[in-house]
C-alpha cells in the first residue's frame, strides 16, 4: 500500500453518493464520512459501490458557529477500497480517490475557480 499524499482528517458528516453500474443503471446511496483530505474520502455505508468504479459525493460540512452557512462539499472520484461490513450490516464502508472537491456556500462556489485542489510542494 503506498502512503498517502495528503493528510486525512476525521469527519462524521453525512454523505451521498452515486454510481452507475456496468449497464448504466445509476444507484445511490447515503453514509457518515470517516475521515476526508484533498486525495479523497471514506464513508462508512452498508450500501457500497463496487470497486473501481466512478462515484460522485456530497456531503455537507458541520456549520463552525450559529451563523456560518452550510457548506456543501461535492467531489468525482473512483472507488479503491471496499471494507465489508460485519452482521446486520454495520461497520463496512468504501475508500474513494478524490482529483478535487467543489465547496460551495448558499451563494455558489467558495473558491476563485470553484475547486478545491492540493497545494504545496509538488503541486
Not at 83 to 94: A, D, L, S
Not at 106 to 114: H, R, V
Request: proline letters at 9%; one cysteine or more.
Amino acid at each position: 500500500m503506498q502512503p498517502r499524499k495528503h493528510n486525512r482528517y476525521r469527519l462524521g458528516a453525512p454523505v451521498s453518493f452515486i454510481w452507475r453500474d456496468e449497464r448504466e443503471i445509476q444507484h445511490e446511496g447515503t453514509g457518515v464520512t470517516r475521515d476526508i483530505g484533498l486525495g479523497g474520502v471514506f464513508v462508512f455505508t452498508p450500501a457500497c459501490p463496487p470497486l473501481e468504479v466512478s462515484v460522485h459525493v456530497e456531503l455537507v460540512l458541520p456549520r463552525l458557529h450559529s451563523e456560518a452557512r452550510p457548506l456543501l462539499v461535492q467531489g468525482n472520484g473512483q472507488v479503491i477500497r471496499v471494507e465489508p461490513g460485519g452482521p446486520r450490516g454495520t461497520g463496512g464502508g468504501f475508500a474513494a480517490t478524490i482529483k478535487r472537491f467543489v465547496v460551495r456556500d448558499g451563494e455558489g462556489a467558495l473558491t476563485e475557480d470553484g475547486f478545491l485542489t492540493p497545494c504545496g510542494p509538488g503541486n
